[in-house]
């Protein structure tokens, strides 16, 4: 896309034709090789997820999010029941296909269907998820929902500036770096800048290609090691 000028020679954004107000992402399973994502049911995921999180005996998987640690069961289930159940954000449990548990979960938030334009957030994956296939797999299928099946022009990811491994993960997942807002949040009693990346509509098909190489069983050996690095598909 080239800017162009007004009839005063201004400068101006490039004309986005036939555009249409996108649907909302409806909350259904989006299902893969190794995990599937589910609408989060109180009833049906929060017990596998509150173990699955205590498997973190250092509590660091809670550090740059807004809530948690959650030590008891019942104020897991109170929390998941108060947050995660409303249309935005639309908060989805990531399950194991092969043990068919709950072990980690990840949204979409700030939903702007007039421009196009959507967040991953809240994303929580406990011991059990870090690390593996599945883990990945999540965030492409997403990704997938959003520009292939929903017709978005933006996909969005912000943390903590601070917060090392969720920069390295973005970065790794073929978002690019926008820059830092200083001081845009307080939680937890403390301040917050917060990293700003993003992936493209025109960006998406050389990415879905390099998910779907890396997620694909013959890119692991006999032991499940990977041996081509998604950073390298996706040129990151």
């Not at 596998?48 to 948690?68: F, I, R, S």
């Not at 409303?86 to 700030?110: C, H, I, N, T, W």
């Not at 998820?129 to 996909?155: K, S």
């Not at 912000?158 to 690019?176: E, M």
Request: proline share 6%; with cysteine; glycine share 6%.
């Amino acid at each position: 896309m080239t800017n162009r000028t007004n009839h005063l020679g201004q400068p101006i954004g490039p004309s986005v034709e036939n555009w249409k107000v996108r649907p909302r992402p409806p909350l259904t399973v989006m299902d893969g090789r190794y995990c599937r994502l589910e609408p989060i049911d109180p009833r049906r995921h929060a017990e596998d997820l509150h173990a699955a999180n205590l498997m973190d005996k250092t509590g660091a998987n809670w550090t740059y999010l807004a809530y948690g640690p959650f030590s008891r069961l019942d104020d897991y289930q109170e929390w998941v029941v108060a947050t995660c159940l409303g249309e935005d954000p639309q908060f989805f449990a990531v399950v194991d296909q092969k043990s068919s548990r709950a072990v980690g979960v990840a949204s979409y938030l700030r939903i702007d269907e007039k421009a196009g334009v959507i967040e991953v957030g809240h994303i929580n994956y406990s011991p059990l998820l870090q690390r593996t296939r599945a883990a990945t797999e999540a965030m492409y299928l997403m990704m997938r929902r959003v520009f292939d099946e929903l017709g978005y022009r933006r996909y969005e990811w912000k943390c903590d500036a601070l917060n090392a491994p969720s920069r390295a993960a973005a970065q790794r997942l073929g978002f690019k770096f926008e820059g830092i807002f200083r001081q845009a949040t307080i939680y937890k009693d403390r301040n917050r800048d917060t990293a700003w990346y993003s992936i493209l509509d025109c960006e998406w098909p050389l990415l879905r290609s390099a998910f779907e190489k890396w997620l694909d069983p013959a890119n692991f050996d006999e032991s499940g090691r990977q041996r081509t690095m998604l950073s390298i598909l996706t040129g990151k």
